[in-house]
T-cell receptor, first 115, second 112 residues
């Protein structure tokens, strides 16, 4: 199994630009989570999906952030317009509830730098 | 805000000693508790989960849960330099789909 795949691994952009982060969950996993990690705030949940449906987006910081999951094998997190305070590592994670599993498997993360 | 609190450390222990990591949480409705290990520049990986009061052992790791005190701990026996990492405590509220609230982590350094 390839694990959770995220792209790009690194992104450097200028303030005001649109940024799109991508995630491919592990095949067969029905939950997908987006987290953000900074030194100041630690690892924070942004949004999660169950069977491609957004369940809780209360962690999304503001309207500049949006997430979609058009199918079971792909999700995007978009920031428009980006700001320097959005600089962080963004992790995607997935989980298979069908096996009664509680384990979330994290992708390698996307390190975003907004100048 | 549902808080998960950890001492940021660093916690330094000599090789072969027991490392004790602690975590408190504020949401009494929390049902599931996890310890993740994160090496610098890497993603978190699950090392232990615990759901009931008491101890749960897995190899050199023991997780302890006390729901009345809202307290979770992780003991690492026979600590090795390869255990040097940041340990994240995570808590899942009931009916959250295991969406996790993380503490900021405790940095552990095991010295040879």
């Amino acid at each position: 199994d390839a694990g959770v795949i995220q792209s790009p691994r690194h992104e450097v952009t200028e303030m005001g630009q649109e940024v799109t982060l991508r995630c491919k969950p592990i095949s067969g996993h029905d939950y997908l989570f987006w987290y953000r990690q900074t030194m100041m705030r630690g690892l924070e949940l942004l949004i999660y999906f169950n069977n491609n449906v957004p369940i809780d987006d209360s962690g999304m910081p503001e309207d500049r952030f949006s997430a979609k999951m058009p199918n079971a094998s792909f999700s995007t997190l978009k920031i428009q317009p980006s700001e320097p305070r959005d600089s962080a590592v963004y992790f995607c994670a997935s989980r298979n509830s069908g096996r009664g599993g509680d384990t979330q498997y994290f992708g390698p993360g996307t390190r975003l730098t907004v100048l | 805000q549902k808080e998960v609190e950890q001492n940021s450390g660093p916690l330094s222990v000599p090789e072969g000693a027991i490392a004790s990591l602690n975590c408190t949480y504020s949401d009494r409705g929390s049902q599931s508790f996890f310890w993740y290990r994160q090496y610098s520049g890497k993603s978190p990986e699950l090392i232990m989960s615990i759901y009931s009061n008491g101890d749960k052992e897995d190899g050199r790791f023991t997780a302890q849960l006390n729901k009345a005190s809202q307290y979770v701990s992780l003991l690492i026996r026979d600590s090795q330099p390869s255990d040097s990492a940041t340990y994240l405590c995570a808590v899942a509220p009931l009916h959250s789909g295991y969406a996790l609230n993380f503490g900021k982590g405790t940095s552990l350094l095991v010295t040879p």
